[in-house]
């Protein structure tokens, strides 16, 4: 009775935040009142930490009912599972915030910002109650809610013809998306008694498979959308680039996670398992989404494009974890089933940690430099020192390098495609090994991906007047990017504080689950080896020979200069030739002046990627559509009569509908 | 019972039938004044029917509708037409965009396909087949009519076809609605006209026509 309560009391605190944040912001202009604003969003960060833990380690499973102020039944609830996004989202925000209270002040005007604030703290409740609705009406609001204030966070930075184009692409493919999920939810209806998450999970199994294998796919597709799954993806690339930096951390880190909880909740927590075939389509749709979206990350020059192909990827790699579970599932493999889902899980986690990590860096450098071109940065790390830190730990962990969180779930991931060569006699036995080498490769090329990123943007020598000029950021901001950075070392080298209630809430989510062997091993042996690797670098570093400074070969040329260095484009350059064939580039070659071939002033180079989803999928399904709007249009012939005889006409066949009906 | 129960009982057995012929009439009719005489008929006969009802079921509140019927349906609104062509101007003719032959084959089409639809019903709910197929026609002659002339002013008398078979399926099925409804009803048809009548004159000061076929400037 007690927990509760508190439980309760501690939602109700989340939900005043949420409505009290943004009321205090446009009742008052004053400074101060918005340093309260932050203030509560902090607090609200830190107590939804506290229930969270509370939650995930099963101490106390708080719920609030608010059926009776609304007109449907909305209540909320903390399960484990949504302990676990409830933490998520919570340890992200903290920094986040921190992170954009100097940032929103260097970039906006007084009432921009205070606009920016309050959506920024709607935008965090709508993401709270999604993973804490109990209700279908609860999650469906709550989603609803999160894609409308994240578009209208978009926008406040700018209304160019091309933002709102974007934003355009994000609402449309979000509202699709969307339906999907209501339709997930109303596909229930008629085996369950109401959309209460505990009616649905009762009524999942007594289902007929049709009706099973429809909500599997209606899921997979509503929250592939919001995930970013190619060829679903396509509002990704432009949406998160164009948000501010601190609101593209929220996006990256957190909002595409609820689709991942929207997805473990139906298939896991509701249907019990897809279809048998379920594993092998998420399995397929994950690899060609991480393979592509790693690709493509390699070839931008964009900074937070590049991060948000690279966002694309880590979804991949997700819900290979997820589709590897089903295939579990699917074989009567509850251990194997429970280390992919930890593995998917941990790896949800340890994304929204470094993905926000490095749109945060992103934006520290944007601050500093005004350019976020790749192309144009460069020897930041002795001008940003503690920023160049963070992102490094940020890219260390996103490439996969041991000692790093990416490492343990990436290798977790890697063991559950390996357990499935005990799967014998089945398809299982050939797909998931042959993952392994899918996997290894996109950690591959990841490691590339943020090798370039790193080496371009702060090595080297600067490539700009910006970035020749960059200053340290702010405190505050620096303080976001340490937090984060802490965070994803500490994950890295304790995943035992993580690993051990995953385990518990895979065992919850698919019962007859025991304890995978391999999660205990990792969490025993990476603190080990992160005490061997520093004592030996402790060891190397005092006994170390003084260092011989000399100054780099210039071919004999009297200097370096920065137009010799390695630029992002030349960086990526063999990989892009290698799989030319994915890119499919229009390479273009401009020599300046065009009368003098031999001696030119200016040689640009441009190679755009061609391969468009726009133009192969989309375009297609536009043009359908657009030319049955012009059919339909004929009907509006602007004449009464006609108007008339269509109504008449339905009349009439309503009636001889009636007629021959018996 | 006397002279007045026998033609109560004619009038209850035989109106379906003038009915059918005020359709088969109307479908026909070339003129303005004519449909308005026509339908000045049509209403005059559910007035009959309504007081043959009144006095069959003993109903007194059914004699104030169907007095309400008489004043308005039957003299109010063919006298409001009447001064209206008079004041219109405009050519006689309905302009049909069917002909009458296929006009009348049009309304008989519709009287069939009314009794069919009704054919079904009938039992279910112990109502007469012929009435409410009578009434069914009615709506659907309103329609048709709305739709195939394109004088303004026989839309509107299209419209008030339709709600005569609305008022007679009303009628049949539940002995005519509360007596506040009918009334309301009653309101809302004279509004309607009263609009409808100005908007008439409105078309032909603006256009110089009334022809609603040629009013399809404001499509988007």
Same mark, same amino acid.
């Given at each position: ?42 607090t609200?960060?830190? @107590? ?16 609030l ?46 009432? /921009? ?17 999604v ?12 989603? =609803? ?66 009706? /099973?294998?429809v ?12 995930a ?33 909880y ?7 927590? $509701? ?56 295939l ?7 251990l ?8 998917a ?16 860096g ?38 996969g ?5 990416g ?60 970035? =020749?000029? @960059? ?30 209630p ?22 025993r ?8 690797v ?22 004999g ?25 994915v ?15 031999? $001696? ?18 989309? /375009?297609?399904?536009?043009? %359908? ?21 269509y ?16 | 019972?006397?002279l ?13 039938? $003038? ?5 088969l ?31 069959? =079921? ?10 309400l ?48 639809a ?17 009434? %069914? ?24 076809v339709? =709600? ?18 009918e009334?309301? %009803? $009653? ?10 009548? %100005? ?22």
């Amino acid at each position: 009775m007690l927990t509760a309560s508190t439980g309760a009391l501690f939602i109700l605190l989340l939900a005043a935040l949420g409505v009290a944040v943004p009321l205090i912001l446009i009742a008052s202009r004053a400074q101060g009142a918005r340093r309260l604003a932050i203030a509560l969003i902090l607090t609200a960060g830190f @107590a939804g930490c506290v229930m969270a833990v509370y939650g995930f380690l099963g101490q106390m499973a708080p719920r609030l009912d608010l059926s009776w102020a609304t007109p449907f039944p909305f209540s909320l609830a903390v399960d484990r599972l949504s302990a676990f996004f409830l933490l998520l989202v919570c340890a992200v925000t903290i920094p986040v915030t921190i992170f954009a209270a100097p940032y929103f002040d260097l970039h906006y005007s007084e009432r /921009r910002r205070n606009w920016t604030w309050a959506l920024f703290s709607l935008f965090v409740l709508s993401m709270i109650v999604v993973v804490t609705a109990a209700t279908g009406f609860a999650f469906l609001v709550g989603w =609803e809610l999160m894609t409308l204030v994240s578009a209208g966070l978009i926008l406040i930075e700018g209304d160019s013809t091309e933002r709102r184009h974007n934003v355009f692409i994000y609402l449309l493919m979000m509202h699709v998306g969307a339906a999907a999920v209501a339709a997930c939810f109303f596909l229930f209806l008629p085996y369950s008694h109401g959309l209460d998450f505990g009616a649905i999970r009762a009524s999942g199994a007594g289902m007929p498979g049709g009706i /099973r294998a429809v909500i599997f796919l209606a899921a997979f597709v509503g929250f592939g959308a919001k995930a970013g799954l190619i060829p679903l993806h396509l509002w990704l690339p432009r949406a998160h680039p164009i948000a501010p930096s601190p609101v593209s951390a929220l996006m990256s880190g957190i909002m595409l996670k609820t689709a991942v909880y929207g997805f473990v909740r139906f298939t896991f927590d $509701f249907l019990g398992g897809g279809p048998w075939w379920s594993g092998y389509v998420v399995l397929v749709v994950a690899a060609v989404t991480g393979l592509l979206g790693i690709l493509y990350a390699i070839a931008e020059n964009d900074l937070k494009r590049l991060l948000a192909y690279s966002s694309v990827e880590n979804i991949g790699i997700i819900f290979l974890g997820l589709g590897t579970s089903l295939l579990f599932l699917a074989h009567g493999a509850p251990l194997g089933a429970a280390l992919a889902l930890v593995a998917a899980l941990f790896h949800t986690f340890n994304h929204a940690l470094f993905k926000s990590l490095l749109f945060l860096g992103a934006g520290a450098i944007s601050n500093s430099t005004h350019s976020v071109n790749l192309n144009e940065l460069g020897g930041l790390q002795r001008r940003m020192p503690l920023t160049g830190a963070a992102v490094l730990i940020g890219c260390c962990s996103i490439a996969g390098l041991p000692l790093f969180n990416g490492f343990v779930s990436e290798w977790l991931t890697f063991r559950s495609f390996l357990a499935g060569s005990a799967l014998i006699n089945t398809k299982a036995q050939i797909v998931l090994p042959l993952m392994v080498g899918i996997l290894a490769l996109i950690g591959g090329l990841a490691a590339a991906c943020f090798v370039k990123t790193f080496g371009t943007a702060f090595l080297g020598r600067p490539r700009s007047m910006g970035a =020749e000029h @960059a200053e340290e950021a702010p405190l505050g901001m620096r303080a976001g990017l340490v937090l984060l950075g802490a965070g994803c070392l500490a994950l890295g080298i304790f995943p035992g504080l993580l690993l051990r209630p995953l385990v518990t809430l895979a065992q919850a989510l698919l019962p007859g689950a025991g304890v995978p062997e391999e999660t205990l091993s990792i969490a025993r042996i990476i603190p080990w080896t992160a005490a061997i690797v520093l004592g030996t670098g402790a060891l190397v570093a005092l006994f170390k020979r003084r260092e011989r400074l000399a100054r780099t070969w210039a071919c004999g040329l009297p200097g370096l200069s920065s137009r010799m260095e390695y630029t992002s484009t030349v960086f990526s350059k063999p990989i892009r030739f290698v799989f030319a064939r994915v890119y499919r580039p229009d390479r273009k070659v401009e020599e300046l002046p065009a009368d003098q071939p031999y $001696f030119p002033v200016s040689i640009s180079y441009r190679s755009v990627r061609t391969t468009s989803y726009e133009r192969v999928l989309y /375009r297609p399904f536009v043009e %359908i559509i657009i030319s049955l709007a012009y059919r339909v249009r004929r009907l509006q012939t602007g004449n009464i009569q006609v108007y008339l005889l269509y109504i008449f006409l339905a009349l009439v066949s309503l009636l001889t509908f009636l007629r021959f009906q018996r | 019972m006397g002279l007045v129960g026998i033609a109560t009982e004619k009038i209850l057995s035989s109106f379906s039938v $003038f009915l059918f012929l005020t359709i088969l009439l109307l479908a026909v009719a070339r003129r303005i004044s004519t449909s308005v005489l026509l339908f000045g008929l049509q209403s005059a006969i559910i007035a009959a029917e309504v007081f043959a009802t009144a006095f069959q =079921e003993k109903l007194p509140e059914a004699y104030i509708v169907g007095a309400l019927v008489f004043a308005i349906k039957v003299v109010a609104i063919p006298r409001a037409f009447f001064l209206l062509v008079k004041r219109l101007k405009t050519v006689r003719d309905v302009k049909a965009s069917t002909t009458p032959t296929q006009s009348v084959f049009i309304a008989a089409a519709i009287i069939y396909l009314s009794y069919a639809a009704v054919h079904s019903y009938g039992g279910a709910v112990h109502v007469p087949d012929d009435p409410l197929a009578a009434a %069914i026609a009615l709506i659907l002659t309103g329609a048709f009519l709305m739709v195939s002339r394109k004088k303004a002013l026989m839309q509107m008398l299209g419209l008030l076809v339709l =709600e005569n078979g609305i008022f007679l399926a009303a009628l049949i099925t539940t002995f005519g609605m509360p007596l506040v409804i009918e009334i309301g %009803i $009653f309101f809302d048809i004279l509004m309607g006209l009263l609009l409808m009548g %100005i908007f008439t004159f409105r078309i032909s000061d603006t256009f110089e026509h009334l022809d609603v076929s040629k009013l399809r400037k404001l499509r988007g």
